[in-house]
């Protein structure tokens, strides 16, 4: 979403040492099996300590990596980071973890890392998080492999080769995908075969959306939506999405908050598309169990979909891209998940 506020820095106390031991387990694991770092690559880690989660998964990477680069991001200079950056050589690790965001220029540092052939571990907007949440988050990064790469790839495979999709999110909600879906992308923790090596972590989805936006039509609940500060934002009852052509044409049960964001999407960009098709894989994240930041928990176990007309992984002609300025992510009640006959999801947990 274009609309931005400032992070509202939460500095809460430092965590127990389980935490910080789970955050050990958790971040080697990631390590290991996710990022195959070995020690023979340098790792760099810039850190800020302006919260807890951020000083404990510091700790956390301080005793996975104790040969690493330790860099204070409030005690350096940009040209100093940028500078460490340049020793840098090609699959060696850069982690970055971030109270609010690293801005250390025009452009977003993991793309600007990636383009060094850096694999990139990214922690961001911790700060958003209470204490109680960061528990939440440091489950999160628990990586299995036999799930995540296992159902995972299945799902892409049942993805691809669908020709419709429906998702049920109850009281005779049916939002039908009448169209096969584009290629999926995996978000699971293998690289294999990709250009760029890590990304954003909690990892777990595997996303797609209609090839033919305008085959997409019905209705949809959704018990969560990104709301204009980027949060999580969690309405009293469930509100209503009636989708016609790929667009948003009504909502029943909507709350002041969830207009805002229409409004604002529809003024920028006219109608309300219907996009992205997400397929979240991460179980530490549900319906009950949430955390406040958006970006990190998109990755919740079950549906996510996204309103406007920006979604830069698939093109479609009806839409420019220099045009289209809204993605905001919104989960769906989901009480079953067809891939053409097919029940793929069932019960707060994928059957593949």
Same mark, same amino acid.
């Given at each position: 979403?274009?609309?931005?506020?400032?992070?509202?820095?939460?500095?809460?106390?430092?965590?127990?040492? #389980?935490?910080?031991?789970?955050?050990?387990?958790?971040?080697?694991?990631?390590?290991?099996?996710?990022?195959?770092?070995?020690?023979?690559?340098?790792?760099?880690?810039?850190?800020?300590?302006?919260?807890?989660?951020?000083?404990?998964? #510091?700790?956390?990477?301080?005793?996975?990596?104790?040969?690493?680069?330790?860099?204070?991001?409030?005690?350096?200079?940009?040209?100093?980071?940028?500078?460490?950056?340049?020793?840098?050589?090609?699959?060696?690790?850069?982690?970055?973890?971030?109270?609010?965001?690293?801005?250390?220029?025009?452009?977003?540092?993991?793309?600007?890392?990636?383009?060094?052939?850096?694999?990139?571990?990214?922690?961001?907007?911790?700060?958003?998080?209470?204490?109680?949440?960061?528990?939440? +988050?440091? &489950?999160?990064?628990? +990586?299995?492999?036999? +799930?995540?790469?296992?159902?995972?790839?299945?799902?892409?495979?049942?993805?691809?080769?669908?020709?419709?999709?429906?998702?049920?999110?109850?009281?005779?909600?049916?939002?039908?995908?009448?169209?096969?879906?584009?290629?999926?992308?995996?978000?699971?923790?293998?690289?294999?075969?990709?250009?760029?090596?890590?990304?954003?972590?909690?990892?777990?989805?595997?996303?797609?959306?209609?090839?033919?936006?305008?085959?997409?039509?019905?209705?949809?609940?959704?018990?969560?939506?990104?709301? #204009?500060?980027?949060?999580?934002?969690?309405?009293?009852?469930?509100?209503?999405?009636?989708?016609?052509?790929?667009?948003?044409?009504?909502?029943?049960?909507?709350?002041?908050?969830? &207009?805002?964001?229409?409004?604002?999407?529809?003024?920028?960009?006219?109608?309300?598309?219907?996009?992205?098709?997400?397929?979240?894989?991460?179980?530490?994240? #549900?319906?009950?169990?949430?955390?406040?930041?958006?970006?990190?928990?998109?990755?919740?176990?079950?549906?996510?979909?996204?309103?406007?007309?920006?979604?830069?992984?698939?093109?479609?002609?009806?839409?420019?891209?220099?045009?289209?300025?809204?993605?905001?992510?919104?989960?769906?009640?989901?009480?079953?998940?067809?891939?053409?006959?097919?029940?793929?999801?069932?019960?707060?947990?994928?059957?593949?």
């Amino acid at each position: 979403m274009p609309m931005n506020s400032p992070d509202n820095p939460q500095i809460h106390s430092v965590l127990p040492e #389980s935490a910080i031991a789970m955050a050990t387990k958790n971040i080697a694991d990631i390590l290991s099996m996710a990022m195959e770092h070995q020690l023979a690559h340098k790792a760099l880690i810039v850190a800020d300590r302006g919260c807890g989660l951020s000083l404990a998964l #510091s700790e956390a990477y301080r005793r996975c990596l104790p040969d690493a680069q330790f860099i204070d991001f409030d005690q350096v200079s940009p040209e100093e980071i940028h500078a460490v950056f340049e020793t840098l050589a090609p699959s060696d690790l850069v982690v970055l973890v971030q109270t609010t965001s690293f801005r250390l220029d025009a452009y977003r540092v993991r793309v600007e890392l990636f383009k060094r052939g850096l694999k990139v571990i990214e922690h961001v907007h911790l700060a958003r998080l209470s204490a109680d949440e960061a528990l939440i +988050y440091i &489950d999160s990064l628990a +990586y299995d492999p036999a +799930y995540f790469r296992g159902v995972g790839r299945v799902l892409k495979d049942k993805i691809d080769r669908a020709g419709s999709a429906v998702v049920e999110s109850g009281e005779g909600a049916r939002l039908v995908f009448a169209s096969p879906l584009e290629p999926a992308k995996l978000n699971i923790g293998d690289y294999t075969g990709m250009t760029n090596v890590g990304g954003q972590f909690p990892i777990g989805e595997v996303f797609t959306e209609a090839q033919d936006l305008e085959a997409v039509s019905g209705r949809v609940r959704i018990f969560v939506f990104g709301d #204009s500060n980027f949060m999580v934002n969690k309405p009293a009852h469930p509100i209503t999405l009636v989708v016609e052509k790929g667009r948003v044409i009504d909502v029943i049960d909507s709350t002041p908050e969830f &207009d805002e964001v229409l409004a604002s999407i529809r003024a920028a960009e006219g109608e309300v598309w219907l996009r992205e098709l997400g397929f979240g894989m991460n179980r530490a994240f #549900s319906a009950d169990r949430t955390v406040c930041d958006i970006g990190t928990y998109e990755r919740m176990c079950g549906i996510h979909l996204s309103l406007g007309a920006k979604h830069g992984v698939y093109t479609k002609p009806q839409l420019k891209r220099k045009d289209a300025r809204f993605h905001v992510d919104v989960f769906a009640v989901t009480n079953a998940v067809l891939l053409d006959d097919e029940v793929v999801y069932r019960d707060g947990a994928w059957l593949v």
